[in-house]
């Protein structure tokens, strides 16, 4: 019993000494009073207590100091404080005065880019508005007005830019125009595509590729046209000009290209290889003579009825033959008439003995194709052949 009371008072006596200097730390209300106290008693019951006072000390220091420093130096140490969220406001605050002493627009900037939601944004944004705006009238380009109004283009000062924009616009348009030129034209578009003037701009350079291709009438002149405006204005014109200089050509490589692709179709294509190389033919030489062209057309229109019956063929083996092979052949009766008419144009007016032996002899040769094609069908099909000279309907006299 005894043992016990002498530990009761033992205790007394040290909370009755922990009361005596917290107590003493609370009168002095100072840093060092408190944390004097907690080295002393760090797990006393005033511990807590003891810690909230010397982060208020703390924070109240930072405000005395008011700088930058003291408050990101606070928050470092203090990351949970109550005091945070108002340590945070006068970084704000201190910011933007500074951005405002300073005033200039990297300031204004740097303020806007680490508070985007501050009570101060929108009077940051009014202030670095302004200071673009009076850079852009010193540097007077169209590069610093572009720039003015895309960053603001609400502002209440977009409407001078705009006007001030259209006065730079046109002196490089003007420009252009004086030095007259296709080069000063496309680097004119291609610097300010916002302009009101590139409606013009175009409108003059198309002019300027016609007119190059009007005075040279070359190939180059022609073709530069036509690949840089396919629908153009002087589309039509520029052909025109065109379809001489090349026709020649286009001719020569397009019967070379044609008799090869014919050549072929006995051993090695089928009859919608044949459609697609025609057309291909045809799609590359655009420009050859139209008696030619229209030759290959004729060809084309019997070998695609081939290809689709070649087509329902694959689909079923119960097909009806006699009544293909009528079919085919009345097809290439009519391309023949075709081919025909198409060779004698290309006669004209001369009807000399030469020019009529040339188209004598061409005929046979169709002649031949045309006995060529009917045995082929024949033999592909399997039936019995009987064709005269040149009557391809013969075939289906069996």
Aim: hydrophobic share 35%; aromatic share 12%; glycine share 4%.
């Amino acid at each position: 019993m005894q043992r016990v009371i002498c530990i009761l008072f033992i205790f007394l006596s040290i909370s009755g000494c922990m009361k005596m200097q917290w107590d003493s730390a609370s009168t002095k209300n100072t840093k060092a009073a408190y944390e004097d106290f907690l080295r002393q008693y760090p797990n006393s019951e005033f511990t807590s207590e003891a810690k909230l006072k010397i982060e208020t000390i703390n924070f109240k220091e930072a405000e005395k100091e008011n700088t930058l420093e003291s408050y990101e130096k606070f928050i470092k140490c203090y990351p949970s404080s109550q005091f945070v969220g108002q340590a945070k406001s006068n970084i704000e605050s201190i910011s933007f005065q500074q951005a405002k002493e300073v005033h200039t627009t990297d300031g204004y900037e740097k303020f806007i880019g680490h508070f985007p939601n501050s009570k101060y944004l929108n009077e940051a944004q009014s202030k670095l508005e302004n200071l673009l705006f009076q850079k852009a009238k010193e540097q007077n380009t169209i590069e610093f007005y572009e720039k003015f109004i895309d960053r603001f283009p609400n502002s209440v000062l977009k409407n001078e830019a705009q006007q001030n924009l259209e006065i730079l616009y046109y002196t490089h348009f003007d420009k252009a125009k004086k030095t007259n030129t296709v080069s000063a034209f496309e680097d004119f578009l291609g610097k300010h595509p916002k302009s009101k003037y590139c409606a013009d701009a175009v409108m003059i350079a198309e002019q300027l590729y016609y007119q190059k291709a009007v005075d040279e009438k070359t190939i180059i002149a022609s073709e530069n046209y036509l690949k840089k405006y396919p629908d153009g204005k002087y589309k039509k014109e520029v052909k025109n000009i065109l379809i001489p200089l090349l026709r020649p050509n286009h001719t020569t490589e397009f019967t070379n290209s044609f008799n090869k692709l014919f050549e072929n179709y006995f051993t090695n294509l089928s009859p919608t290889e044949m459609v697609h190389g025609i057309k291909g033919i045809l799609n590359q030489y655009e420009y050859a003579d139209k008696a030619i062209r229209d030759l290959s057309v004729a060809y084309l229109n019997p070998f695609q009825e081939l290809a689709q019956i070649e087509k329902e063929l694959s689909k079923s083996e119960k097909v009806e033959f006699k009544t293909i092979l009528k079919d085919i052949a009345f097809a290439w009766i009519g391309g023949w008439n075709s081919i025909i008419s198409a060779w004698s144009r290309l006669t004209g007016k001369d009807t000399t003995k030469t020019k009529i032996e040339k188209i004598n002899n061409k005929f046979l040769e169709l002649k031949e194709k045309s006995n060529q094609v009917a045995h082929y069908l024949a033999e592909k099909y399997n039936i019995e052949l009987h064709v005269g000279n040149w009557d391809v309907q013969g075939i289906i006299n069996k």
